[in-house]
């Protein structure tokens, strides 16, 4: 199974591990046991590392997540 290769590193992952497990299924399920290409944390951390993603980002926020890139140059 293809997972996403920040797991460790997440806060938002841990953070669900920790106290929501039934959502970390959910999220599991739909992106970091899956489809992660397209969890907005994914695609941040990927360009720019786990140090630029915000607590508040959600997975689904994909338009978010383009912001930031734009933001930072998307290089
Ligand atoms: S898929 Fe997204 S929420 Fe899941 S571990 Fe990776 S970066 Fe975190």
Redesign the pocket.
Known sequence: MNT?E??SS?T??NVLKEKSPVILRY?KEE??DSS?SA?A??VV?KAHGTNHVPKYLF?EDIQEACKILDELGNS
Do not use: G, L
Request: charged letters at 5%; a positive charge; hydrophobic letters at 20%.
């Open positions: 996403c920040f797991q997440c938002y992952y999220i992106y970091c992660y969890c944390r994914f951390s997975p």
